[in-house]
């Protein structure tokens, strides 16, 4: 059989003598190119302590080819060397290689210049795309087909951990053939660039492709949608994927959360991948307000993780049961969901697994009975000491119909209870205690400080006690097993190590290791004390002010021929500066139709009866930035009419193109929209979307149609102020209007004339905003195209600092607004890594340089809330010792509207 395959329960790997495995997937999203290189064997090592068993790591096609034909895949951008480090760390890899990948990445990964080449036919098959698809695949494939796990042999010292590849990412289309097209193009590259190893997706049964695993994306219920996926997919495992945007709460809450949702994968038994690890984008590479997304607290899923992992293989081949408690309709994050829900899995050899979560549990601090006589086998309930409630209890039932009454005990609202399983050919009969961790023979259980657990192998019956408090644990051995009793608190921090089992405190300190022999080491926890240097508050004391941005005199603009977009143009940081000189009247009345990302537009004379034009755009990172067009002459169209009507049914499966998120749009459902109306014409005309609409109608899965055709050049997300509508495709020809009595003629002696023109706001969902929306969408004829000449001008630091000036304690009023760059220093006496802190105002843009390299870039939301009216956001950058050096260090700061960020350095 082939060194990595997978069925409708797992992924099944080749083991040293042959024979297949199952490996079910418990993952952790590695976003290599957003941690620092220095960071990342820590990094790997936690997540591998924590128990996931493997990463899913992105390949953003706009860092890895920021400019078309410029490859990047050096320090931070090797995949290689991060494919390398999951493995050493005790890792399997999945790689994500695109188009798109998902993630925090502007527009999925997607270049910004691709549109140059593909215009707006991306994601499908268009000759155009495939072609740059294909280029960068083949330049990627050189980073890992020799890592893929179907190389190991023998003969290899180290093995190669990549066992599966994704491809493209929340493909949101119902198109069946336009995906088919592009599916069966993507595979055919994978396999012809060296892929051997499985694919898979995430298109959450949008579109489904054979031969390949599709995941779903921040699933709501759970166990619904495991179950949807296998109805779908009958021969693959069903694999969820959960950001963090999902998750909300303290620390200890939202790792709580976490642990919910890996036990309710369990229970669904589902593959899953998880959100966790910190990134930062140090440019202008992340979608809105995703710039920086923190670490998840991964220390109250340790408990859940390391079951999943250590118990993996064994649980791998059983099925949910039907009749479990709530295991239908599971979501771990529902404000409504239950209190206690108990899901069982069962096998066909009666193997019986019941899975608990108390979603009370981890909301309060919690202390163990400390005197506990009665084992959990034999009471069904009782008072916590810590918060006065009562136990709840519940009955796991054995294969052989004898009952078990078990109560939810676990400080971390996760417990396993198992009968009549088989582990290393021993059987396990009856335990009464929870399963924890596996390793080898050894079977690691949980229960009450000094409870009695009962355990039964093989027939033969033995009662140990769960150690006090503080009590080292040691090995019972019953027949081919060996258990080791640990309380429910030592439990919560159960980590795996290289051939050992380890348990931490809230802060890692090892407490108790087991080794592979049994052999249980104690060490006593001490108080953790991490130096804390002084925090460096650097004074900014020069500042140089750059009006001549806005006024067209700056010296950094060059000329170009045509407009482009900041991606086509190679631009990698947030804000660039459009110019254009125009002479004649319609300077004035001059529009920047053909753009995206504009925040403000300034006019000025110039010589010889020239206006400049400034426009200063912004990289959201939504859809491509910049002006990508002529200016258009514009005047108000007259004879528009908007009504009311009735929304069409429209089939979303014969749309014949890509258009993200397009549904079906159900005739049953009475549900109104615009649809507005002008005479026949061939002159484009252009629109003008309001602001209010623009960031609003991703929330109504609204589009356009022009004439009943799907304007799919739209981005779903964000709407550009201006949509021009091709004057090729207005006044369709109709046959001429017949006169009374006269016979319609044959088809092709009909005579045609010039229809009048629709528009349709194409509603997903009913939306109260209609007459709002009728009264502030305007309509424009283009009356050509205005000439001018066209300049470009970069952010970059100044080339010198001889005009800069001191920087204020309150900033004057004709500094408001105007492009500034702030300079200052710091010392530090020898090269190590450091933190930098940055607080900006709501709204606020920025980039900030150290020694002259761009750490961190603001897109006005991103970051952790802060401030007394939340009107500040926190950002962080991560200053490698490589970038620090001993002595001075340069700290850069670019504000287009001269407000100077809070920043320490620590």
Same mark, same amino acid.
């Given at each position: ?67 078309? #034909? ?42 910004? $210049? ?69 599916? =069966? ?72 959360? $976490? ?5 309710? =994968? ?17 440019? *202008? ?14 220390? #109250? ?123 290393? #050919? ?26 009695? /657990? ?61 080794? =592979? ?158 649809? $507005? ?28 149609? /022009? ?65 709002? /929306? ?42 408001? #607004? ?27 843009? *920025? ?60």
């Amino acid at each position: 059989m082939p060194a990595v395959s997978f069925d409708s329960k797992s992924f099944l790997l080749q083991s040293g003598r042959g024979k297949a495995v199952r490996f079910p997937l418990v993952a952790a999203s590695f976003d290599a190119t957003l941690v620092d290189r220095s960071d990342w064997s820590v990094v790997l090592a936690e997540l591998r302590k924590a128990g996931f068993n493997s990463v899913v790591i992105r390949v953003p096609w706009l860092i890895h080819e920021p400019t078309a #034909g410029r490859f990047a895949f050096d320090d931070d951008r090797s995949v290689r060397d991060a494919v390398v480090a999951a493995g050493a760390a005790g890792l399997k890899v999945a790689l994500r290689i695109g188009p798109c990948v998902g993630g925090s990445f502007a527009r999925g990964g997607l270049p910004a $210049w691709i549109s140059e080449f593909a215009g707006d036919r991306v994601r499908e098959a268009n000759p155009a795309f495939l072609d740059r698809v294909s280029r960068f695949w083949r330049r990627v494939a050189d980073e890992f087909v020799d890592l893929q796990a179907t190389r190991n042999s023998s003969g290899n010292r180290s093995p190669r951990p990549v066992i599966a590849v994704g491809i493209e990412d929340d493909w949101r289309c119902l198109d069946a053939k336009v995906g088919d097209a592009y599916f =069966a193009s993507l595979v055919r590259f994978a396999r012809e660039v060296g892929v051997e190893v499985p694919l898979f997706t995430a298109n959450s049964c949008w579109y489904a492709h054979d031969g390949m695993i599709d995941g779903w994306l921040n699933p709501v219920e759970i166990g619904r949608t495991v179950d949807e996926l296998r109805q779908v997919h009958l021969d693959a495992p069903p694999l969820i994927i959960q950001d963090s945007t999902c998750v909300d709460g303290s620390d200890q809450v939202a790792g709580a959360e $976490w642990a919910r949702m890996a036990s309710a =994968a369990v229970a669904a038994r589902s593959d899953f991948v998880f959100e966790v690890v910190a990134t930062r984008h140090r440019g *202008a590479t992340s979608d809105h307000r995703r710039a920086e997304l923190p670490p998840q607290e991964t220390h #109250g899923m340790r408990r859940a993780l390391v079951f999943a992992s250590s118990f993996a293989e064994l649980f791998a081949s059983l099925t949910p049961d039907a009749s479990s408690s709530n295991a239908p309709t599971l979501n771990p994050l529902a404000a409504n969901s239950p209190e206690l829900s108990v899901s069982t899995l069962r096998g066909t050899a009666n193997e019986r697994l019941s899975i608990v979560c108390d979603r009370t549990r981890p909301l309060a601090a919690r202390k163990e009975r400390p005197n506990a006589k009665k084992s959990s086998a034999q009471t069904t309930s009782h008072a916590t000491s810590s918060a006065n409630a009562s136990a709840k209890s519940w009955t796991h039932i054995c294969a052989d119909a004898t009952k078990q009454i078990v109560e939810a005990e676990s400080p971390s609202g996760i417990d396993f209870y198992a009968s009549d399983i088989v582990i290393n #050919g021993a059987r396990l009969d009856r335990c009464t205690g929870s399963l924890v961790a596996l390793l080898g023979d050894i079977v690691v259980v949980a229960g009450n400080a000094r409870a009695k /657990l009962t355990v039964k192998v093989d027939g033969s019956t033995m009662v140990f006690a769960v150690p006090a408090d503080g009590a080292a644990p040691k090995a019972v051995k019953v027949r081919g097993l060996r258990f080791v009793a640990v309380t429910h608190a030592m439990a919560a921090g159960v980590g795996i190590a290289t051939d050992a089992i380890e348990f931490v405190d809230q802060h890692g300190a090892v407490l108790v290791r087991i080794a =592979a022999d049994a052999t249980v080491s104690m060490a006593k926890a001490k108080p953790v004390t991490t130096p804390v240097a002084p925090a460096l508050s650097p004074s900014f004391v020069q500042r140089i002010t750059e009006a001549d941005l806005l006024d067209a005199t700056h010296a950094r603009f060059a000329g170009m021929t045509v407009p482009k977009s900041l991606g086509a143009l190679g631009v990698d940081s947030c804000v660039g500066y459009y110019r254009a000189r125009v002479k004649g009247k319609a300077a004035t009345t001059a529009v920047f139709a053909h753009s995206a990302g504009i925040t403000r537009i300034e006019r000025s004379a110039a010589k010889a009866g020239m206006i400049t034009i400034v426009a200063e755009v912004c990289d959201r990172g939504v859809s491509a930035t910049g002006v990508f067009g002529p200016l258009l002459d514009l005047a108000p169209l007259k004879g528009v009419k908007c009504e009311q009507v009735m929304r069409p049914a429209f089939d979303a499966t014969t749309i014949g193109r890509f258009v993200y998120g397009y549904d079906m749009r159900d005739s049953t459902r009475q549900a109104r929209t615009l649809r $507005w109306t002008f005479a026949a014409r061939t002159e484009a005309v252009a629109m003008r979307i309001p602001d209010w609409w623009r960031a609003l109608a991703v929330e109504f899965g609204c589009a356009l149609r /022009l004439n009943g055709e799907l304007l799919a050049g739209i981005d779903a997300r964000m709407w550009p102020e201006y949509i021009v509508l091709d004057g090729a495709k207005l006044s369709p020809m109709r046959p001429t209007k017949l006169a009374k009595g006269e016979k319609p003629p044959k088809a092709k002696l009909a005579k045609l004339e010039a229809g009048a023109n629709t528009v349709l706001l194409d509603l997903g969902t009913d939306c109260d905003k209609l007459a709002k /929306l009728s009264k502030e969408i305007e309509f424009f004829s283009v009356r050509g195209e205005v000439a001018a000449e066209w300049a470009f001008a970069r952010v970059s630091p100044p080339a010198s600092w001889a005009s800069a000036k001191g920087v204020p304690k309150k900033a004057a009023a004709k500094d408001a #607004g105007v492009p500034t760059w702030f300079r200052s220093w710091f010392r530090v006496d020898a090269p190590r890594a450091l933190e930098l802190a940055c607080a900006f105002a709501v709204g606020e843009v *920025a980039m900030v340089f150290v020694n002259g390299k761009s750490v961190l870039v603001q897109d006005g939301e991103s970051g952790v809330v802060d401030g007394a009216k939340r009107a500040r956001r926190l950002r962080h950058a991560t200053l490698s010792a490589s970038l620090v050096r001993a002595g001075e260090n340069e700290i850069c700061v670019f504000a287009p509207n001269g407000v100077l960020p809070d920043i320490t350095v620590s």
